[in-house]
């Protein structure tokens, strides 16, 4: 199995595609033993969105616009 780095480019709201400009950070947390890697992200307009990734089920949420 490749390891590789995750890192969200674009993602879909509203049947719009945003784009991410810059990731501000990057961290690990857990929920309910379930481990993500939540992702701070600033798009072109500067709007900041907060993206996890659950490890386990291979699912991205959108959490905080």
Avoid: H
């Avoid at 879909?12 to 945003?18: C, E, F, N, P």
């Amino acid at each position: 199995m490749a390891s590789g780095k995750i890192e969200p480019v674009k993602f879909r709201l509203d049947d719009k595609v945003v784009r991410i400009q810059k990731i501000n950070k990057i961290y690990e947390e857990k929920y309910v033993g379930n481990k993500r890697i939540v992702f701070v992200c600033q798009t072109p307009n500067g709007s900041l969105y907060e993206i996890k990734y659950e490890i386990d089920s291979k699912d991205w949420y959108l959490f905080k616009k």
